[in-house]
């Protein structure tokens, strides 16, 4: 693939769905595929609706990455879903990807605006109230916030910072929320009902037996407390 004709041949995030629209923001961990293949389990999770991929392999090479990238794309531009990348600022900026998720460790968002332009979606990792304010202030398109619930994977961040927590941000701020950590089908109404736009989920689905099921009945669950 050649991405600089890539690049003027696909069309740009904000022609595909916003975040406030996504529901669920599918975060993939292939660590948890039991054995499928990362394409596998996300074209299932695309026909199960879902509209936002984040690739997170940390472990793997630029080259990898790269390479996954490639064949990813055209399995999440078929559905007109997006793609963003965990951290890759710089994959980002040569590859036809949505757009860079980024943590507290990443470059802040002012400086990934600078380099990406604004056509191009910058989501932020949050856990506080001042966290989500210095996203928005610094040009995000989106937050995720938490760990709202006990997860293994959201261990390193501390303990959860619960529901309260989460309404308090959406007060404070403007951008969609995506609440993240330890979200299933049994609780995310709880958290759309706090203020999220929706959930961002890893092994609820990465997991699942049926991975398009499992977004299915999550995005039924989801549309359904935020239109209550």
Request: aromatic share 4%; charged share 20%; proline share 8%.
């Given at each position: 693939?050649?991405?600089?004709?890539?690049?003027?041949?696909?069309?740009?995030?904000?022609?595909?769905?916003?975040?406030?629209?996504?529901?669920?923001?599918?975060?993939?961990?292939?660590?948890?595929?039991?054995?499928?293949?990362?394409?596998?389990?996300?074209?299932?999770?695309?026909?199960?609706?879902?509209k936002a991929i984040q690739l997170r392999e940390k472990d793997l090479s630029t080259r990898d990455l790269y390479q996954l990238v490639e064949r990813l794309l055209p399995i999440v531009r078929g559905q007109g879903a997006s793609l963003l990348i965990n951290d890759r600022v710089d994959l980002t900026l040569v590859l036809p990807i949505d757009g860079v998720h980024l943590s507290r460790t990443?470059?802040?968002?002012?400086?990934?605006?600078?380099?990406?332009?604004?056509?191009?979606?910058?989501?932020?990792?949050?856990?506080?109230?001042?966290?989500?304010?210095?996203?928005?202030?610094?040009?995000?398109?989106?937050?995720?916030?938490?760990?709202?619930?006990?997860?293994?994977?959201?261990?390193?961040?501390?303990?959860?910072?619960?529901?309260?927590?989460?309404?308090?941000?959406?007060?404070?701020?403007?951008?969609?929320?995506?609440?993240?950590?330890?979200?299933?089908?049994?609780?995310?109404?709880?958290?759309?009902?706090?203020?999220?736009?929706?959930?961002?989920?890893?092994?609820?689905?990465?997991?699942?037996?049926?991975?398009?099921?499992?977004?299915?009945?999550?995005?039924?669950?989801?549309?359904?407390?935020?239109?209550?």
């Amino acid at each position: 693939m050649d991405p600089h004709t890539f690049f003027s041949t696909q069309p740009s995030a904000f022609s595909l769905q916003p975040p406030s629209s996504w529901g669920l923001y599918v975060v993939t961990d292939r660590s948890l595929t039991k054995g499928r293949s990362l394409e596998v389990v996300i074209e299932a999770a695309l026909a199960g609706g879902a509209k936002a991929i984040q690739l997170r392999e940390k472990d793997l090479s630029t080259r990898d990455l790269y390479q996954l990238v490639e064949r990813l794309l055209p399995i999440v531009r078929g559905q007109g879903a997006s793609l963003l990348i965990n951290d890759r600022v710089d994959l980002t900026l040569v590859l036809p990807i949505d757009g860079v998720h980024l943590s507290r460790t990443s470059l802040p968002p002012a400086e990934a605006r600078a380099l990406l332009g604004p056509a191009r979606l910058i989501g932020v990792s949050c856990h506080s109230p001042e966290e989500a304010i210095e996203a928005e202030r610094g040009g995000a398109d989106f937050i995720a916030f938490g760990p709202l619930f006990p997860t293994p994977s959201k261990a390193p961040y501390g303990p959860p910072v619960g529901l309260t927590r989460l309404s308090e941000v959406r007060r404070q701020v403007r951008l969609p929320i995506l609440g993240i950590g330890g979200i299933t089908v049994v609780n995310v109404a709880s958290v759309v009902a706090a203020g999220a736009d929706g959930a961002a989920i890893i092994s609820a689905v990465m997991a699942a037996d049926d991975p398009a099921h499992a977004v299915s009945a999550l995005l039924q669950v989801v549309r359904s407390a935020a239109r209550g």
